[in-house]
């Protein structure tokens, strides 16, 4: 196995494992489930009350820069988007070529389902392009993007963000769930 095919192979167990299948059956009311007040979530156009929103559809996504702190609590839709566009598009438009995305350009799913979807398609690219890169491009920097460590550190920091936050959705799927402190919601 190359050292490319083990990158993507940590993550991609992972994601089989682990951090799809807890997706599976998302609602669109634990998608969009605000577990306090002053939530930060993907939004209709103009209905958001954070700072600012991004977004080129008929969805926004809530955002300030600097990011407030302490950070306000995120929805499943929220975390999704970062994961989607952040985490992945940029990188993927940044490293692997194709359709550059972008935060502010970025038609935000207005469902659980076209979300998911939007995911599949995105981890589809990353995990393509990180197989394919060669022992030598792992140990140089990318060619384009703001980052200039080597591209192992860029896969393995992809990793990590995947992992971490799955987790917090993984969390916030098991809090929506047990929310009335009774029997759990069966999703």
Known sequence: MTRSEQLAEQLDWHWRTNLRPRLDGLTDEEYFWEPVRDCWSVRPRDTSAAPMSVGSGAWTMDFASPGPVPAPVTTIAWRLA?????????????????????????????????????????????????????????????????????????????????IHHGAEISLLRDLFRWQDGTVPRRI
């Open 82 to 162: 970062h994961i989607i566009v952040s985490c992945l598009g940029y990188r993927v438009g940044w490293y692997f070529g194709g359709q550059d995305v972008d935060s502010e350009t970025f038609a935000y799913a207005g469902t659980a389902d076209e979300a998911l979807k939007q995911l599949d398609e995105m981890y589809a690219r990353w995990n393509a392009g990180v197989r394919a890169l060669s022992d030598a491009d792992l140990e140089k920097p990318p060619a384009v993007g703001p980052e200039r460590f080597p591209m192992e550190n860029r896969v393995l920091h992809v990793n990590r963000e995947l």
